[in-house]
């Protein structure tokens, strides 16, 4: 049987009379998640994203007969909705990659199941250069499974309405386009008039990039398919159905060069190297609601990794945690924004963040504590100095005191101070005592500057950002 013949048995094509259809398609979109994108019929059904990889082995045109298995990849194409969806609906967002809001995972799930799918066409290749061909046959099949998996969020980002913010809420345009794009790609030689032409593939050189320009060429097609579709959501009008052939002519396209690379073991996206974490206040009020921990991701070149999806531990007033997680926008970073609830003052809580690639994970953590509001001016919060004219060879220490609105000290407060020589700054940090007073000391060098130096102190308690600052010169 050649590689595009329908293995699986498609379901009879229908008639292009959409208008008649339409009661029965809008009655399947009302209880249809929106995470559907390209449809896939019931369970092993062939619709769309079976059409898709089909229409990416026509690019390839016989180049990776041997080890990639088809039948494999068809059925784990609808893997991602009718398992995963449908036992969490909350995964819908993974099938998103929008360029505003809440992202969207697709172009992680892309990049980590073609980083899989490499390591096991490697492990393949090796067992069957070794004469085991049970092994190599299991690892093949491994990777087709995630290729399969990965066709699927790669066809979500090139459905329009998955990536264009625009597209947020438009739900039942959303699920009527879909649900009329399925119809006519119902077995693999419908729609020629969307087949690529092409029979060139390329190696990638990031899947990771890959992906997010395909997202990029799909959002851009949003506004002109909608407002053309919206005029009669019961037919594939000329525009759309142009612009529909656009994408899915990428998409077959990016697709072989995927299956192509995977085979040269190139286009692996880079591992985080580095997670900087951060908290918008180490110490906030009871019951504050707009707490924050921000996020920023960068390779081992320090370049930053978008589309990346970071995970978040994020404590609970009662010392457990609950799971949520965002992606990563062009710059690498990304935050999540949660309550502290009732959690008891002064008691520290930690927030762990991580973040996997290649199946590798990195974890950051920070923290904070609720606290007592601080008076306010240098009532609450102020900074003193040992001496403010020092010799080489002194010690000089800064004093910062804290007390609450009640004139009462507050113990424990983390305090940080910024020693500013000159344009060189130096960081240290410390706790107030029972008497609510912290303090830093330096030593005086005979290098040290004989400009002024300025010491500033910073602290945050009851959801406010503090500081204080002192000074000193050297006079000898």
Same mark, same amino acid.
């Given at each position: 049987?050649?590689?595009?013949?329908?293995?699986?048995?498609?379901?009879?094509?229908?008639?292009?009379?959409?208008?008649?259809?339409?009661?029965?398609?809008?009655?399947?979109?009302?209880?249809?998640?929106?995470?559907?994108?390209?449809?896939?019929?019931?369970?092993?059904?062939?619709?769309?994203?079976?059409?898709?990889?089909?229409?990416?082995?026509?690019?390839?045109?016989?180049?990776?007969?041997?080890?990639?298995?088809?039948?494999?990849?068809?059925?784990?194409?609808?893997?991602?909705?009718?398992?995963?969806?449908?036992?969490?609906?909350?995964?819908?967002?993974?099938?998103?990659?929008?360029?505003?809001?809440?992202?969207?995972?697709? !172009?992680?799930?892309?990049?980590?199941?073609?980083?899989?799918?490499?390591?096991?066409?490697?492990?393949?290749?090796?067992?069957?250069?070794?004469?085991?061909?049970?092994?190599?046959?299991?690892?093949?099949?491994?990777?087709?499974?995630?290729?399969?998996?990965?066709?699927?969020?790669?066809?979500?980002?090139?459905?329009?309405?998955?990536?264009?913010?625009?597209?947020?809420?438009?739900?039942?345009?959303?699920?009527?386009?879909?649900?009329?794009?399925? !119809?006519?790609?119902?077995?693999?030689?419908?729609?020629?008039?969307?087949?690529?032409?092409?029979?060139?593939?390329?190696?990638?050189?990031?899947?990771?990039?890959?992906?997010?320009?395909?997202?990029?060429?799909?959002?851009?097609?949003?506004?002109?398919?909608?407002?053309?579709?919206?005029?009669?959501?019961?037919?594939?009008?000329?525009?759309?159905?142009?612009?529909?052939?656009?994408?899915?002519?990428?998409?077959?396209?990016?697709?072989?060069?995927?299956?192509?690379?995977?085979?040269?073991?190139?286009?692996?996206?880079?591992?985080?190297?580095?997670?900087?974490?951060?908290?918008?206040?180490?110490?906030?009020?009871?019951?504050?609601?707009?707490?924050?921990?921000?996020?920023?991701?960068?390779?081992?070149?320090?370049?930053?990794?978008?589309?990346?999806?970071?995970?978040?531990?994020?404590?609970?007033?009662?010392?457990?945690?609950?799971?949520?997680?965002?992606?990563?926008?062009?710059?690498?970073?990304?935050?999540?924004?949660?309550?502290?609830?009732?959690?008891?003052?002064?008691?520290?809580?930690?927030? !762990?963040?991580?973040?996997?690639?290649?199946?590798?994970?990195?974890?950051?953590?920070?923290?904070?504590?609720?606290?007592?509001?601080?008076?306010?001016?240098?009532?609450?919060?102020?900074?003193?100095?040992?001496?403010?004219?020092?010799?080489?060879?002194?010690?000089?220490?800064?004093?910062?005191?804290?007390?609450?609105?009640?004139?009462?000290?507050?113990?424990?407060?983390?305090?940080?101070?910024?020693?500013?020589?000159?344009?060189?700054?130096?960081?240290?940090?410390?706790?107030?005592?029972?008497?609510?007073?912290?303090?830093?000391?330096?030593?005086?060098?005979?290098?040290?500057?004989?400009?002024?130096?300025?010491?500033?102190?910073?602290?945050?308690?009851?959801?406010?950002?503090?500081?204080?600052?002192?000074?000193?010169?050297?006079?000898?």
């Amino acid at each position: 049987m050649s590689r595009t013949a329908a293995r699986r048995r498609p379901r009879a094509s229908l008639s292009r009379a959409i208008p008649a259809l339409l009661l029965t398609i809008l009655v399947a979109a009302a209880t249809a998640t929106s995470a559907a994108a390209w449809t896939n019929g019931a369970g092993d059904g062939y619709e769309t994203h079976d059409w898709i990889v089909d229409q990416a082995l026509r690019v390839l045109d016989g180049k990776v007969d041997g080890w990639f298995d088809r039948d494999t990849a068809l059925r784990a194409t609808d893997d991602p909705d009718h398992i995963e969806v449908a036992a969490d609906p909350s995964r819908s967002i993974e099938h998103m990659y929008r360029e505003a809001g809440v992202r969207g995972g697709a !172009v992680h799930r892309v990049a980590e199941h073609y980083a899989a799918a490499v390591r096991l066409y490697r492990a393949g290749a090796a067992a069957r250069g070794v004469g085991d061909e049970a092994t190599a046959v299991a690892r093949f099949t491994e990777a087709s499974y995630n290729i399969g998996m990965l066709a699927h969020f790669y066809g979500d980002i090139l459905m329009p309405f998955h990536s264009a913010y625009a597209g947020k809420g438009k739900v039942d345009a959303h699920l009527a386009y879909e649900h009329l794009v399925g !119809v006519v790609t119902r077995t693999p030689d419908a729609s020629p008039a969307w087949h690529s032409a092409n029979r060139t593939v390329k190696l990638l050189t990031n899947v990771r990039t890959s992906a997010i320009a395909a997202a990029a060429y799909s959002r851009v097609r949003f506004p002109t398919l909608y407002e053309s579709f919206i005029v009669d959501p019961t037919v594939l009008n000329a525009t759309v159905t142009r612009l529909t052939g656009e994408v899915m002519v990428r998409a077959a396209d990016d697709l072989a060069n995927v299956i192509w690379s995977i085979a040269h073991g190139v286009g692996v996206g880079p591992n985080v190297a580095t997670l900087a974490v951060s908290i918008r206040w180490h110490g906030t009020k009871q019951g504050e609601t707009a707490q924050r921990v921000y996020v920023t991701a960068k390779d081992a070149t320090g370049r930053p990794i978008e589309g990346l999806e970071v995970k978040v531990a994020w404590p609970l007033p009662d010392g457990g945690t609950t799971p949520v997680r965002f992606w990563t926008d062009p710059t690498g970073s990304g935050h999540y924004t949660g309550s502290v609830g009732l959690s008891p003052l002064m008691v520290k809580r930690t927030v !762990v963040v991580s973040a996997t690639t290649d199946g590798r994970t990195l974890r950051r953590s920070t923290w904070f504590y609720t606290t007592r509001r601080l008076a306010d001016g240098a009532t609450g919060f102020r900074t003193l100095v040992s001496d403010h004219t020092v010799h080489a060879g002194q010690i000089v220490t800064v004093y910062t005191y804290a007390r609450d609105t009640a004139g009462h000290p507050v113990a424990g407060l983390y305090v940080t101070w910024t020693w500013d020589y000159h344009g060189t700054l130096i960081r240290t940090s410390g706790y107030t005592n029972s008497l609510g007073r912290a303090s830093s000391s330096r030593t005086i060098l005979t290098t040290t500057t004989r400009y002024t130096v300025y010491v500033t102190a910073r602290a945050s308690a009851y959801s406010i950002n503090r500081s204080s600052a002192t000074s000193f010169y050297r006079v000898d």
